[in-house]
């Protein structure tokens, strides 16, 4: 690849994000405290900049990584800085502590970070969707570069604050949500503590402010009142050669936090009712004890099924090995950007079955579900065998569109506008 004048430059890159994928402790493979898609894509970009000999260092919030080391601390993965400042903790168990840690993110400025970002030339900030921190990082470079993953509109957050009472109260109420007056304050507060969002988008320029969906650039421009629409920079995504043989029975795999947004209950009601069809549940919770309680409640509910499987964190390689064997890749989320997990499953030519459409990704590789009716949709792609080509032209699109080197070629057509 041909840097042209990147090289000349000695480029450093500052990443700024929430979250970063990896193991608290290599040993007994723990995942990190939060373990979503953005921490996967984060890392994938991170990796993939370091790899072609750009500087990169990420700031994260500690507690985000490992909520028992929640202190200032510096380290180095696979030619990444990583910089992981103390933070509150919004996963608590405490409920003040909880709320301080929920707020504080977006209200109060981290002098932890600053003191990092002071001591650090950084010639390029990238936000992984823009935080308070992004407007922290300006104060050190104002060449800024803003990628929309996933917001959240006011409707988004009554979805998701619906989603967390139903979740909390899913096994038989033994653990009961809070009151309607806190959560309709809640939801006040958390609306409001985004303000700053458009603060940031009147001082980067328009060429510099992207989105990783269309559907989220419509979004974005509703949201904030712009006169353009970011533009689209589709998320990377590391292809390679994998061999694998789809079994010869039906298989379903789910994988996902046992979250409130991933509604785990679900897609277990859904398998326990086709027996006949073996399901694959990978993933753990957030590192938050009523989601935990959940989870092992969940498990011990539905181990009882001989067709459900439970395999909580697995290394990449197994994961892959039951995406290549299933049939189907099901996804009971209530909301969603483009996951990094439908970009998994199109790369095993995974049929995909969700009731979420991001950029109409469901309907184009997979079948959409409609009220709820999950085992329904399973069906029609089976027994209709759509299963078979919307997962190639999944796989198809995810090598167009999402291929990483296409999509980090955008990346460095970015920087060196922003260089020169």
């Not at 909880?98 to 990092?116: A, C, E, P, S």
């Not at 935080?131 to 990082?137: E, M, R, V, Y």
């Not at 328009?206 to 990783?212: F, G, L, S």
């Not at 694959?280 to 509910?301: Q, V």
Request: overall charge neutral; proline content about 4%; some cysteine.
């Amino acid at each position: 690849m041909d840097m042209g004048e990147l090289n000349s430059q000695d480029l450093t890159i500052g990443i700024l994000g929430y979250e970063y994928f990896g193991f608290k402790n290599s040993k007994t493979n723990e995942p990190t405290s939060s373990h979503g898609g953005f921490g996967f894509l984060t890392k994938q970009k991170a990796e993939y900049l370091a790899n072609i000999g750009i500087n990169v260092h990420v700031f994260l919030p500690a507690s985000a990584y490992d909520r028992e080391n929640n202190e200032n601390w510096e380290t180095e993965e696979n030619g990444v800085s990583l910089h992981f400042y103390k933070s509150p903790d919004k996963m608590s168990e405490n409920f003040f502590e909880n709320i301080y840690g929920k707020f504080t993110q977006h209200w109060v400025r981290n002098i932890n970070l600053d003191n990092m970002l002071k001591s650090i030339r950084v010639d390029i900030f990238q936000s992984e969707e823009p935080g308070l921190f992004t407007l922290q990082s300006m104060k050190y470079s104002k060449k800024q570069v803003v990628v929309f993953q996933n917001p959240y509109d006011r409707e988004d957050f009554k979805i998701m604050e619906r989603a967390e009472r139903e979740y909390l109260s899913c096994l038989d109420n033994k653990i009961p949500a809070n009151g309607d007056k806190f959560n309709r304050l809640k939801l006040r507060l958390t609306m409001s503590s985004r303000n700053y969002v458009k603060k940031i988008l009147q001082l980067i320029p328009k060429e510099y402010i992207y989105a990783e969906a269309n559907f989220i650039s419509e979004k974005v421009k509703k949201m904030y009142d712009l006169d353009f629409y970011p533009k689209y920079l589709p998320n990377p995504y590391h292809i390679g050669t994998l061999n694998y043989t789809k079994s010869s029975t039906p298989a379903v795999v789910w994988i996902g936090r046992f979250d409130p947004q991933k509604r785990p209950d679900i897609a277990l009601y859904t398998a326990s009712k086709m027996p006949d069809i073996d399901f694959y549940f990978i993933g753990k919770s957030t590192e938050y004890k009523p989601y935990r309680d959940i989870e092992a409640g969940l498990k011990s509910k539905f181990s009882k099924y001989d067709n459900i499987h439970f395999k909580e964190f697995v290394t990449e390689e197994e994961k892959f090995e039951i995406l290549g064997k299933s049939w189907i890749f099901l996804n009971s989320s209530v909301r969603e950007g483009i996951p990094a997990t439908f970009l998994e499953a199109m790369k095993t030519k995974t049929c995909l079955v969700a009731s979420v459409d991001p950029d109409q990704y469901t309907t184009n590789f997979g079948i959409k579900v409609q009220y709820n009716n999950y085992g329904e949709a399973i069906r029609e792609a089976l027994n209709n065998k759509l299963y078979r080509e919307k997962g190639e032209r999944g796989f198809n699109h995810l090598t167009q569109v999402h291929e990483i080197s296409k999509v980090m070629d955008k990346h460095l057509d970015i920087y060196r506008s922003l260089v020169k």
